[in-house]
């Protein structure tokens, strides 16, 4: 009887805990973790209790789309005067070296993207994602298997729902902008999103950068060629080999800068269009 109850203190403990450290992690962007494969176990074994945090937080953890999108599908935005904004948005990371490199690229020119997430991705590299979150940019739901195969309501219910809870545990971050994998929107993951109020966000031109044998060079020419007010750009930071969109991307930047636009998040030119 003694020892069950020393069990009991002793697990109510642990789980007071967990989830004080849990806490922590959700509100401080910033915590640097040498070992990712268990965030919280880390933290509970590596961080003292009277050591703050570091980390500025982010300035907003939640992407909510106006009224308007909500439960709508979305290619681009009518903009009040057609004045020259543009969202660039990268597909199917967090994804090692490539996606920090984006990231550097971006700080560099003052710009802030979207990024649409797979949760295989982000448990590979949760560091990563926090650091997306850290520095500003807006963060989207792209399912957690990136599958493109018909769905039944269960699964597309499990594919949406498992991201946004991973999404939330590794960033917390709530996100209610959705983009189904292949841009399918009837595999089942569409109209589940949507019954869910969630913006389905498609593209009004793409890079075409998943074409393994264009030049970088050609990604570039894509975006300049069909840039338009309240376009979404389509890119990828992960998913594969992304070093050409790497280097494509200051090009990019640099074309639409001089073409006059100004760069905003999804989230951002939804608000600009509602
Ligand atoms: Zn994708």
Redesign the pocket.
Known sequence: MCEFKYQKVRFMAIALCIACITACSNTSQTAKLSNQTSQNQALATNTPPNNPSPISKPQSLTFAPPTKFQGKTVYQVKIPNNEKVIALTL??GPWKETTPQMLDILKQNGVKATF?W?GTAIQENPEIAKQVVAEGHAIAN?TFH?WYKQMDAATAKSEIERTADLIYKTTGVKTNLF?P??GYLNNGLASYAKSQNYTVVMWSQTSADTDPKAKYQVFVKNVLRDAKPGGIVLM?DG?GDRRRTVQALPLIIQGLKEKGYRFVTVPEILEMGK
């Open positions: 597909d199917d649409f797979v792209h990136h983009r994998p292949g990828h998913g």
